[in-house]
């Protein structure tokens, strides 16, 4: 099975005062700045935001911001359909509240992803998790869950390209219905794999009178 | 010090009415060599074997323990002392980043995070891949993803490695890098190396072979004779060099 690096862009490590930052501190950046594009909802607002993200992600240092336009090149077409459809209803100013909105939000999501290990969010998942606790479940149990997600979407993408080549190879065409019992079977075969390697490896297995 | 008590292993048939399907024989034996290979046919039971000794198949009826770790009842304590290693190692790379994966294996032991992020360093320089600490797992070729597979898998001090056909994937220089890691580099952390192969060159280095057949060992000794004997088993008592096909009818596989 191929591995395929993730869609949002994998972490660049550095030293900036980005990166060194507290998670709950980019968090709160996040949160705030969310909430402001909400209640406060207009152009200026959104090209604020837009300011707002290339600065922070100038002060995570030269490499992560020549990432920012990483994902326009992919979704431009999506923004500039939305974007006339805005114009037409709402005029200029509306098209880029509505799209300078998404495209701050987009960037200042992703500015966390770039700059922080993902050990680092699946420990904060963890502390944020705790009360979890009081209902009987495991927040550590709960953070590799979601970091064991995250890994498996390029699986999944990898078991679907493997797939549809071998259907090609035999001259079948990509009819997704037919590919979709082999993407299951594949995928549930990796995630036995993976349930093997995690039990091979001890994780989890934790002493019960521990804290 | 590794030892089967009879044990075996059968699992339920698919049909109600048809007799339990046996994927190993009660088995006894004593592995005290440092290294130890087995090698058999597909289906012979080789993994069920391996996973034995790590608490991954447990024993239907006897026991399995290593170094006085029962498989069953310390199977905790044994998951610290045997590591398994398998045969691809992107499905047993969790995180995204090494020295992160590393770290994983050391979340219950070492609570402390600087401690925790110096000793999976210190894993990876146990083999030789200190400067790959921050690299994506994709973006590394297969032999470093299975050296890496490794380090995780002795990150918490193990002393015995059980390994699935390690090599099956890599090609012949990272085969040969594998085989010097774990005969060499590991030599010191490492006190007993189990292994499954299907490369005969591989399975030679071993102090001991055992040849598995049909859910029971076949052969075990020393390890050229042990590739011969299982080079008659697979393609008949013609030989290899023969190559008829009446020749590959007459083997058990």
């Known amino acids: ?25 980019k968090y709160a950046v996040l949160a705030g700045a969310g909430t402001v594009l909400v209640l406060w909802r207009g152009p200026w607002t959104a090209l604020a935001a837009l300011v707002l993200s290339l600065l922070l992600y100038a002060l995570a240092g030269r490499r992560v911001l020549a990432a920012w336009a990483g994902p326009l090149r992919s979704l431009w077409w999506l923004l500039a359909l939305l974007a006339a459809h805005q114009w037409w209803l709402n005029g200029p100013a509306g098209a880029l509240s509505v799209v300078g909105t998404m495209v701050a939000s987009l ?12 050990a680092d969010l699946v420990d904060g998942l963890a502390r944020a998790a705790r009360p979890l606790r009081f209902v009987g479940a495991d927040p550590e ?41 082999p993407v299951v079977v594949s995928t549930v075969a990796f995630a036995h794999q993976t349930g093997d390697a995690l039990a091979a490896r ?10 | 010090m590794i030892s089967f008590h009879a044990a075996s292993v059968a699992v339920p048939a698919a049909l109600p009415g048809d007799p339990d399907r046996v994927l190993l024989r009660p088995t006894t034996l004593e592995l005290s060599e440092r290294r130890i290979a087995v090698i058999g046919c597909n289906g ?17 009826s006897g026991a399995v323990a290593v170094d006085g770790l029962d498989s069953v009842r310390d199977v905790r304590r ?27 294996s050391l979340k219950a032991t070492v609570r402390d995070r600087r401690a925790r992020r110096a000793a999976a360093l210190d894993a990876l320089a146990a083999v030789g891949l200190e400067h790959l ?46 085989q010097r890691t774990l005969f ?10 189990v292994y499954a192969t299907h490369d005969l060159d591989f399975a030679a280095r071993a102090d001991r072979l055992l040849v598995v057949d049909n859910g029971a060992v076949a052969y075990d000794g020393a390890a050229p004779a042990g590739v011969e004997a299982y080079r008659r088993l697979a393609l008949g008592s013609v030989g290899s060099g023969d190559g008829s096909p009446a020749g590959f009818r007459s083997g058990s596989c």
């Open chain 2, 184 to 193: 060499g580099t590991l030599e010191g952390q490492v006190s007993q190396v």
């Open chain 2, 78 to 104: 044994l998951r610290g002392h045997v590591g398994f290693l398998f045969t691809d190692p992107l499905s047993q790379l969790v995180m995204p980043v090494v020295v992160e994966d590393v770290e994983l």
């Open chain 1, 141 to 181: 149990a709960f953070a590799l869950a979601v970091a064991l997600m995250l890994r498996s979407i390029p699986a999944v993408v990898g078991a679907m390209q493997d797939v549809g080549d071998a259907a090609r190879a035999r001259g079948l065409g990509r009819n997704p219905v037919a590919l979709a019992a």
């Open chain 1, 107 to 118: 960037q200042l999501a992703r500015l966390l992803l770039l700059t922080t290990a993902q």
């Open chain 1, 1 to 25: 099975m191929r591995g395929h690096a993730m869609l949002l862009g994998l972490r660049i490590p550095g030293s900036s005062p980005v990166h060194r930052a507290p998670l709950w501190a």
């Open chain 2, 133 to 178: 600490a921050e690299r994506s797992v994709h973006d590394l070729s297969g032999g470093e993803r299975q050296l890496v597979a490794l380090a995780s898998v002795l990150a918490a001090g193990q002393r015995v490695l059980v390994a699935d056909e390690p090599t099956t994937l890599l090609d012949l220089r990272n085969n040969a890098l594998l």
């Open chain 2, 44 to 60: 012979s039971g080789k993994s069920t074997l391996l996973r034995l000794l790590n608490g991954l198949v447990r024993p239907t």
């Open chain 1, 202 to 211: 001890g994780i989890l297995d934790r002493d019960p009178r521990d804290p």
